[in-house]
């Protein structure tokens, strides 16, 4: 079970308190009219997965309710940050300790 | 029956408490301190169960959680029988009832064992994949015959009488283990003040040190270990706990103790305590001293009863004062293993020899052998036991120095009981659960804990550290480092010293050779409780099943409840040398959780029963009850589903409540519904975004009904929102949909449009909500209120208004859901019940009925309301539904759903579309789910049209009424499809309009 | 390839059953194939098998980077059933289901394949509807499947408690009685021996490293053990790392890869004889023939390729267990373990040609591929012998998630697999 | 009512207000009456728990800005209470303000003076906030006595440990398979916000854990 630091509350917290919510920093087109289908379609499923750094969404669910991002190995399952909405991770890729 | 192994004294038990048990059968006596295995010693009892595949004898082997053989059924009543219990690690208790988990009629006589000698040979590892395919229907008949030989213990037949429950921690140090080395590792992180856990799977803590007899600072190791438990139980930041298996290591430092808190007190927990308990912990750091597990040596019928680990008999001599049995051979690869022999002899029995496979050895263990007048054969190794039900006899032969081969000729040593040791096994269990792979060395000859990311320290045995010296040493400077990292900065506690004789380089040898080839030697077994031997798993390779885990899995090596912790290494040297490559190359060894089996009870909690999932009630449920209502399970809400009179059926009673409600007036708790309070300067643009329909223009004091979508245009809730103030807005949602849809406003808020300024909060509670519809409901509404201007042309249709109703303050919305004329009253839930009571005194002379979920559902059917989630699916947009009105294309902002709905596939002609549907036959009421088919006689498959997804018969209308999705419906009008029904029915239908009351709206603006 | 029976294992047991054959080779993989096929689970041998006995294709390489069946085939829990909603997907794996019947003796490997039927139970008004709908929809598809009421489904578990005071009572269910499991072991092993018994080049510890490609189109792979290995045709069906293998060839699928959790009981006596699955209360049950209960539920919500999930899951998955069944609370968990599952938005796999000519994808088969293997494999061996897939993989192209043509399973999916 | 909530009440304005109580005798009734009625007299002479019902208090969410001093200024001159810091709650008297959200607070207060706060804050108040009145659909439970600890370490993953959550204190968060606003009002004394539909169960599940430290239901004296 996670543990997680929510960036609003200053803490770490239970996993059983957030929801996770998928690839972060994914914005929606600003004129979904002019959208094609495919890229509506991206907009809508297609994502990274990638298997080591993730970024990712978690709403604190049972909590302060904010949505915010972290960086986590989803290989090792290692949280690296939390990050609150708006700003830009740190940590974009594993450094050679965290290689595992 | 006498206790003719025990010893008159010494070992931790105590004398003065006998107690009786029984096993098979049989009543036995034992002492308190015993476990059920070493009261079994003590009566001399050696055949304990049959092994599953042979059906061999079997005896105990082990004295902990090791143990593969002696697994037993427990428990006195039906409702408190437990399986598969592990003798070693159950203590005695008075009155303990216990079973065999194999062999039958009989553990002596065995006609399964008869069949398994027979077709023992019949039975390779994977026959069952090679046989019983012929003729194919034949598997289901084979199956049952190998069902009846399956699993150990039985299922209990009643429901458990006990109770478990949780407990959450937080600490900075978690020990696993309380041996030597996690002793010093508690003191020393206790000394420092850190929150610290020390959990151990045994009665007593002290580890290995209450095995033996050393001494520590030239005292007894017990009294340190009595002194050590004395100050840490002193210290308010240390949690002992004891009978207390960490048997799960997850990620982020968290981690599962399963506590067995009255397992040792009887056959059921007594009253107000749980049975067990599972400790959740979250460490800052932790301290692995989970010791070593000793090897057995892999020899020819090794699986005899008297055949044991050397350093299981030193136990039960040590701490239990049992000899299991009178004369000894001991093979080892290593000193330790001497201690055995020379414990044997202290309490008096036979040493008939030391079994030594190293050819040139010397040392302080040799000397004292010497000394003793023990016996050493060294460069020689027990190849095969002899005997029936017991070791009779122990066959000693050569082997050449790099122990493959053997060498010269044979001797048979009369002995009872065989001990052997082949080195020891670090626990490296819970460092495997996160998925670090653990790595093999060499000069420990087993594998270490590997890389891993958790913040965890090992110390110890566990660490390949297996001198006493070392482990205590280690723990205290561990257990330091712990505290320091977790943010307590500690000293390595002082630990007494142990002078333990030096010990000279153990051998790697794990299968012992035989003049014959392992397929034609006597079966060397390698795990006993799956009957996985030597020449299985060489013919496993042979067969090319190379990877350790093809070997495993081929095998079943390792799959037992024991999972295979004796067994796995001795399993890979022997694949390893069949595949002439190295342990490490042939691969590693992966533990999962759970380290010692957990009672699926422990895992649940008290979530269970009444505690399984909230109830969520509305201010009036006990009304509710009091009324006899039928309840309906709507997300975790209780919602009355109808509300029988006395003798009538459903079917009357919703006929009943629909025709008061259409004829005079009916009453809904519509409490449940989700209710969103949206404040803030923008709350109307974002309702704009959120919603399918036009927001801009609602007037303060109007109601609208909106559609919302997710992005891929399909309709996922719908509600009304009234307008409150020009900043102000309650949303209504669906029961099941309300947390979601909050949750969804608050994703896109947070994530898309922060620069909005709006709040949403969740009123749904807060408010208890009662519907009055019917053409009586002002006339009705009017008794209970003075302040409400009520004349329809003031109070319109999708008005609301503030007063009093009932004296209580209440917010009215003039809406309806079922077509009725039609007030939702909103009062505080504190007053709820008040106003729902008055609501009767008054309505009495209207007959004034309470309905339920049901008929609400019929009622706005008869109107052709939808409710999302049941006409909908996740897979329907607004025009499928032909709600186009709720649709407002040209608002400027793209609201979410409307690119989605113009995508390719959602345009396309002959998309399923909601209509009604009328049976030809009136009475007919097709049931939900029903599929539409154009031509009923169409083979297999039948091209389907789509499914009725609300249907009922209405009493208002004197027929069956229902809505359905159908390809292209709204171009069908009038057609008839056909409903073949699972009973063999097929109803013929026509497609109409979904409105089949008032298509005018007259009914609610009146 | 060597014949196996009852008489066979006794003519082995006179010579101690030293004189087994392998049941595959290990080749040194050649420079070029006809087809690649990339993942050497239970699918990608199923694919190969039916390329080789379909379509005569048999200079086809299959290449795991582990060891054969050692991804989701060694993980699942073992369920096979063909009662899915929309007609796409009850086609699909009623064609599986089909080929499980007398795939044991096509293969002369026991599987196993035992019809012991399978439940889907209902506890709400709703799971009632759902279950209906679903039933009349797989009958009119030729499934064999009916709705039971509370008392039906008493009857056939009787050690099921479905009692009206429970918290949500089982109002009824769906059953498949043609449904069942199957050895997931030996579904792999089976399919591989006979592969391979056919000239199939079965390549273990050969890790893809890259898809090679040739303006825009696949060529071959480069492994980390054996260098480029160069094919036709590649089909890649490597569940829990179809995004990684995308990334390599340069797109992003529709897919997030998952933890799903299972465990097992300590072997009990049998006792209960058929599969029970609640979406609602959320957990699923059956016995295999060693006696163990084998144990699943839900997926974890986050993407993770640990093999690991969250404790709570397994918690919750047991608190339902023992709602359903109070009379298993003091049986005990032996060992709990993780799978990765690719999962789709509409919880249908992908079988699919992709941007890059000559690569093929099947994947996405979220909790419910084992079920699938040999429908899986004839499907894709179809698609990458024509280069095209045939009728019953084109609903399943991945470019439906570009035009909106979801099957959405979700319903019938849920936890249930 | 004031004449400020008259107006307010009155003409439609920004936002709905309304004095949401009885004017005459109309009896209310907690979510917790069916178990708190029915309650006898303490069962044990030196319980380890207490748990009771502290019913129909003013709750009042208020939204706003914390970085705007105005808006802190605002709250402190309605309430009397400077806007506490994350996880913390100022309380004097009968009133308690706790911190929820970064944006987000709990006022607590006696039961009659739900509309008076909210028209004092509003008057107090302006920018971008909000006052939400949810008194009937919440209520509070207190859990006391030297057990009480336990009881909630049965109940929620947080850390309740002396040196992780001292006395003033206060955090949202799982309680069994619901949720709870739980403060540290004293040493042996915490204090649940528990959601009105879910309080039955709530109720249930800490008499149930609470089992084996003889409870005592009901207020102490």
Same mark, same amino acid.
């Given at each position: 079970m996670f543990y997680i630091f929510c960036p609003y509350c200053d803490e770490h917290r239970e996993e059983e308190e957030f929801h996770p919510k998928g690839q972060a920093h994914l914005s929606r087109p600003a004129d979904p009219d002019a959208c094609t289908d495919e890229e509506w379609g991206n907009f809508i499923y297609f994502r990274d997965n990638p298997r080591g750094i993730h970024h990712e969404i978690w709403v604190h669910a049972i909590g302060c309710r904010k949505f915010f991002n972290v960086t986590r190995d989803t290989q090792s399952y290692e949280i690296l940050e939390s990050y609150r909405m708006g700003s830009a991770p740190r940590i974009t890729q594993l450094t050679d300790k965290q290689q595992s | 029956m006498t206790q003719f192994n025990r010893l008159d004294n010494g070992g931790r038990i105590d004398r003065s408490k006998l107690l009786s048990f029984e096993f098979n059968g049989q009543r036995y006596k034992g002492f308190a301190g015993d476990t059920l295995a070493s009261a079994l010693l003590a009566n001399g009892v050696d055949v304990i169960g049959r092994s599953f595949k042979y059906s061999r004898p079997r005896g105990i082997v082990a004295a902990s959680a090791e143990e593969p053989n002696a697994v037993f059924q427990l @428990?006195?009543?039906?409702?408190?029988?437990?399986?598969?219990?592990?003798?070693?690690?159950?203590?005695?208790?008075?009155?303990?009832?216990?079973?065999?988990?194999?062999?039958?009629?009989?553990?002596?006589?065995?006609?399964?064992?008869?069949?398994?000698?027979?077709?023992?040979?019949?039975?390779?590892p994977g026959f069952y994949y090679k046989t019983f395919m012929f003729p194919q229907a034949a598997w289901d008949t084979y199956e049952k015959y190998i069902r009846k030989a399956a699993g150990l213990g039985r299922s209990p037949r009643e429901p458990d009488v006990d109770t478990y429950d949780h407990l959450n921690h937080h600490t900075d140090v978690l020990i696993v283990g309380a041996g030597p080395s996690g002793l010093s590792a508690a003191l020393s992180a206790a000394r420092a003040g850190a929150r610290v856990i020390l959990a151990d799977e045994q009665a007593e803590m002290g580890g290995s040190l209450l095995d033996s007899n050393d001494r520590l600072d030239d005292k007894p190791a017990a009294e340190w270990v009595k002194a050590t438990l004395e100050e840490l139980a002193r210290y308010d930041n240390v949690l002992l706990l004891p009978r207390a298996t960490v048997n799960g290591y997850h990620d982020h430092n968290f981690l599962t103790i399963h506590e067995r808190r009255t397992d040792h007190r009887g056959d059921r927990a007594p009253a107000n305590l749980s049975r067990q308990r599972l400790h959740r912990v979250r460490a800052k750091w932790v301290v692995l001293a989970t010791g070593a597990h000793e090897r057995p040596l892999v020899y020819g019928n090794n699986d005899l009863p008297g055949c044991m680990l050397a350093s299981a008999v030193s136990t039960y001599i040590n701490r239990y004062a049992v000899v299991p049995g009178s004369r000894l051979v001991l093979m080892t690869t290593n000193d330790n293993a001497y201690r055995t022999a020379f414990d044997w002899q202290d309490a008096g029995r036979e040493v008939v020899a030391i079994v030594d496979t190293r050819a040139y050895v010397t040392g302080a263990w040799q000397e004292e052998a010497e000394r003793r007048g023990i016996k050493v054969l060294k460069g020689k190794a027990v190849i095969e036991a002899r005997g029936g039900q017991r070791v009779t006899?122990?066959?000693?032969?050569?082997?050449?120095?790099?122990?493959?081969?053997?060498? @010269?000729?044979?001797?048979?040593?009369?002995?009872d009981t065989l001990a052997s040791s082949g080195g020891w096994s670090p626990v490296v269990h819970l460092s495997c659960h996160t998925g670090s792979r653990p790595v093999w060395d060499d000069d420990v000859i087993g594998f270490l804990p590997g890389k891993t990311v958790q913040r965890q320290l090992v110390a110890g045995a566990v660490n390949g550290r297996f001198a006493l010296d070392d482990c205590l040493t280690d723990g205290a400077s561990i257990g330091a480092e712990a505290a320091t990292n977790a943010g307590f900065p500690a000293e390595p506690a002082i630990v007494p010293s142990a002078r333990t004789r030096p010990e000279t380089r153990a051998m790697a040898l794990f299968c012992i050779p035989h003049h014959k080839r392992n397929s034609r030697a006597p079966k060397q077994f390698v795990d006993f409780q799956t009957?996985?031997?030597?020449?299985?798993?060489?013919?496993?390779?042979?067969?090319?099943?190379?990877?350790?885990?093809?070997i495993k899995r081929y095998t079943a090596m390792g799959f037992g409840t024991d999972q295979g912790k004796l067994g796995n290494i001795n399993g890979m040297a022997v694949a390893a040398k069949s595949l002439n490559q190295t342990i490490p190359q042939t691969g590693t060894t992966i533990f999962r959780p759970n380290y010692t089996p957990v009672t699926f009870g422990a895992i649940a909690g008290r979530h269970c029963n009444d505690l399984f999932d909230p109830m969520r009630y509305s201010a009036m449920h006990e009304w509710h009850v009091k009324h006899g209502a039928k309840f309906e399970d709507v997300g975790q809400w209780k919602r009355p589903w109808y509300f029988p009179k006395p003798g009538e059926t459903m079917q009357q009673a919703l006929d009943r409540e629909c025709l008061a409600t259409r004829e005079s007036v009916g009453v809904l708790d519509a409490s449940t519904l989700g209710k969103i309070d949206i404040q803030g300067k923008d709350a109307r643009e974002f309702l704009g975004r959120a919603y399918t329909n036009a927001w801009a223009k609602?007037?303060?004091?109007?109601?609208?009904?909106?559609?919302?979508?997710?992005?891929?245009?399909?309709?996922?809730?719908? @509600?009304?929102?009234?307008?409150?103030?020009?900043?102000?807005?309650?949303?209504?949602?669906?029961?099941?949909?309300?947390?979601?849809?909050?949750?969804?406003?608050?994703?896109?808020?947070?994530?898309?449009?922060?620069?909005?300024?709006?709040?949403?909060?969740?009123v749904t509670d807060h408010w208890a909500t009662m519907t009055i519809a019917g053409p009586n409901a002002r006339k009705l509404l009017a008794e209970l209120t003075d302040d409400i201007d009520l004349d329809?042309?003031?109070?319109?249709?999708?008005?609301?208004?503030?007063?009093?109703?009932?004296?209580?303050?209440?917010?009215?919305?003039?809406?309806?859901?079922?077509?009725?004329?039609?007030?939702?009253?909103?009062?505080?839930?504190?007053?709820?019940?008040?106003?729902?009571?008055?609501?009767?005194?008054? @309505?009495?002379?209207?007959?004034?009925?309470?309905?339920?979920?049901?008929?609400?559902?019929?009622?706005?059917?008869?109107?052709?309301?939808?409710?999302?989630?049941?006409?909908?699916d996740g897979s329907v947009h607004p025009y499928d539904l032909g709600m186009s009105w709720a649709v407002k294309e040209d608002k400027p902002f793209s609201f979410i759903g409307k690119r989605g709905m113009k995508r390719e596939d959602c345009v396309r002609e002959n998309r399923k579309q909601l209509v009604g549907i009328k049976t030809k036959d009136p009475s007919i009421v097709l049931p939900e789910g029903a599929q539409a088919v154009d031509d009923p006689n169409h083979p297999v498959p039948v091209p389907m049209l789509g499914h009725i997804t609300s249907s009922y018969y209405s009493a208002c209308l004197g027929r069956s009424i229902a809505m359905g999705v159908i390809k292209g419906g709204h171009n069908r009008m009038g057609d008839t499809v056909h409903y073949p029904l699972t009973d063999g029915r097929v109803v013929e239908a026509e497609i109409c309009s979904t409105i089949f009351l008032d298509p005018k709206g007259e009914r609610q603006n009146v | 390839m060597q014949k196996y029976s009852g008489f066979g294992l006794l003519r082995h047991a006179l010579t101690y059953h030293e004189n087994w054959q392998r049941v595959w080779r290990n080749p040194k993989p050649k420079k070029k194939y006809d087809v690649i096929i990339v993942g050497g689970g239970g699918h990608g041998l199923a694919t190969a098998y039916y390329l080789a006995k379909v379509h005569n294709i048999t200079n086809v390489a299959v290449v795991e980077k582990g060891y054969l069946g050692g991804g989701n085939t060694a993980r699942n829990t073992t369920i096979v059933r063909s009662n899915y909603l929309w007609d796409e997907a009850a086609l699909l794996y009623e064609h599986a289901m089909k080929l499980w019947e007398g795939l044991s003796q096509e293969l002369n490997y026991n599987l196993m394949f035992s019809q012991r039927g399978v439940l889907n139970l209902g506890h709400t008004l709703q799971d009632m509807r759902d279950i209906h709908r679903r039933?009349?929809?797989?009958?009119?598809?030729?499934?064999?499947?009916?709705?039971?009421?509370?008392?039906?489904?008493?009857?056939?578990?009787?050690?099921?408690?479905?009692?009206?005071? #429970?918290?949500?009572?089982?109002?009824?269910?769906?059953?498949?009685?043609?449904?069942?499991?199957?050895? +997931?072991?030996?579904?792999?092993?089976?399919?591989? #021996? /006979?592969?391979?018994?056919?000239?199939?080049?079965?390549?273990?510890?050969?890790?893809?490293a890259d898809i090679l490609t040739e303006d825009g189109a696949a060529i071959g792979v480069e492994t980390k053990q054996h260098g480029a290995i160069y094919g036709d045709r590649i089909g890649c069906v490597v569940a829990g790392n179809s995004g990684v293998l995308a990334k390599m060839a340069g797109f992003q699928l529709p897919i997030e890869s998952h933890p799903l959790q299972a465990l097992v009981s300590e072997p009990i006596r049998p006792i209960l004889d058929t599969v029970v699955m609640s979406n609602h209360v959320h957990g699923y049950i059956s016995q295999s023939d060693k006696g163990d209960l084998v144990i699943g539920a839900g997926i974890d919500g986050y993407n993770g390729y640990g093999q690991r999930g969250s404790y709570p899951t397994v918690e919750h998955t047991l608190q339902a267990i023992v709602e359903m069944f109070p009379i298993f609370s003091r049986v005990r968990m032996n060992r709990q373990w993780g799978g990765i599952v690719d999962t789709c938005p509409d919880a249908c796999p992908i079988i699919s040609d992709t941007p890059v000519e000559n690569l093929f994808f099947n994947c996405g088969w979220g909790t419910g591929g084992f079920k699938a293997t040999p429908g899986s494999g004839h499907?894709?061996?179809?698609?990458? /012998?024509?280069?095209?897939?045939?009728?019953?993989?084109?609903?399943?192209?991945?470019?439906?998630? +570009?035009?909106?043509?979801?099957?959405?399973? +979700?319903g019938a999916a849920g936890v249930a697999h | 009512m004031s004449e400020a909530v008259k107006e307010a009440v009155a003409e439609p304005a920004l936002v709905a207000i309304m004095e949401q109580l009885p004017k005459t005798e109309v009896p209310a009734r907690s979510p917790l009456a069916h178990h708190t009625e029915v309650?006898?007299?303490?069962?044990?002479?030196?319980?380890?728990?207490?748990?009771?019902?502290?019913?129909?208090?003013?709750?009042?969410?208020?939204?706003?800005?914390?970085?705007?001093?105005?808006?802190?200024?605002?709250?402190? &001159?309605?309430?009397?209470?400077?806007?506490?810091?994350?996880?913390?709650?100022?309380?004097?008297?009968?009133?308690?303000?706790?911190?929820?959200?970064?944006?987000?607070? %709990? %006022?607590?207060?006696?039961?009659?003076? &739900?509309?008076?706060?909210?028209?004092?804050?509003?008057?107090?108040?302006?920018?971008?906030?909000a006052v939400i009145n949810l008194s009937g659909g919440q209520t509070m439970l207190r859990l006391s006595g030297p057990k009480a600890r336990l009881v909630l370490m049965k109940s929620c993953p947080y850390d309740v440990h002396d040196r992780h959550f001292p006395v003033g204190k206060v955090v949202t968060t799982v309680l069994a398979k619901s949720q709870a606003t739980i403060r540290r009002v004293g040493e042996e004394d915490w204090e649940l916000v528990v959601r009105r539909s879910f309080a039955d169960y709530v109720w249930r599940w800490l008499v149930d854990a609470s089992q084996e430290y003889r409870l005592s239901l009901g207020h102490p004296e």
């Open positions: - | @428990g006195a009543t039906e409702a408190t029988q437990v399986p598969n219990v592990r003798a070693t690690q159950q203590e005695l208790f008075d009155g303990l009832v216990s079973q065999p988990t194999s062999g039958w009629p009989s553990l002596s006589f065995d006609f399964m064992g008869v069949f398994g000698t027979l077709l023992g040979r019949m039975l390779p006899g122990a066959l000693v032969t050569g082997l050449t120095t790099d122990g493959n081969k053997v060498a @010269g000729d044979s001797q048979l040593l009369r002995c009957d996985v031997t030597a020449a299985a798993i060489e013919l496993a390779t042979r067969e090319g099943f190379e990877s350790i885990e093809h609602l007037p303060v004091g109007k109601c609208r009904y909106g559609l919302m979508c997710k992005e891929d245009g399909m309709v996922f809730d719908d @509600g009304v929102t009234s307008c409150m103030g020009e900043n102000h807005f309650v949303m209504t949602t669906t029961t099941g949909g309300a947390a979601g849809v909050l949750e969804w406003l608050e994703l896109y808020h947070q994530t898309e449009w922060p620069e909005l300024e709006v709040y949403f909060n969740t329809k042309d003031n109070f319109k249709f999708m008005d609301w208004r503030q007063g009093t109703v009932a004296g209580v303050p209440a917010r009215v919305f003039r809406i309806s859901f079922t077509g009725e004329l039609s007030y939702e009253i909103n009062v505080q839930a504190n007053y709820g019940l008040h106003v729902w009571e008055k609501l009767f005194e008054h @309505g009495a002379k209207y007959n004034l009925t309470p309905y339920g979920t049901e008929t609400m559902h019929i009622l706005r059917a008869e109107k052709g309301f939808i409710i999302s989630g049941q006409d909908t | 039933v009349s929809a797989n009958r009119l598809n030729g499934i064999d499947s009916e709705a039971l009421d509370t008392q039906g489904v008493q009857e056939i578990v009787p050690i099921m408690d479905c009692s009206a005071n #429970r918290r949500y009572p089982v109002l009824g269910a769906s059953w498949q009685p043609r449904a069942g499991v199957a050895r +997931h072991d030996a579904v792999a092993w089976g399919f591989a #021996r /006979a592969a391979d018994a056919m000239g199939v080049d079965l390549i273990q510890q050969c890790e893809v499907v894709f061996a179809n698609t990458l /012998a024509t280069g095209r897939p045939n009728e019953l993989a084109k609903p399943f192209s991945m470019f439906r998630f +570009h035009n909106g043509a979801l099957i959405d399973e +979700h | 309650l006898s007299r303490p069962t044990h002479e030196n319980p380890g728990v207490r748990l009771w019902e502290n019913a129909l208090r003013t709750h009042l969410a208020l939204r706003g800005d914390a970085g705007s001093a105005d808006f802190a200024r605002g709250v402190e &001159a309605a309430t009397g209470l400077a806007l506490p810091e994350r996880l913390q709650c100022h309380q004097s008297g009968e009133w308690a303000l706790s911190w929820v959200a970064p944006d987000e607070w %709990l %006022l607590t207060g006696p039961g009659d003076q &739900a509309l008076a706060m909210e028209m004092s804050l509003r008057e107090e108040l302006d920018g971008h906030y």
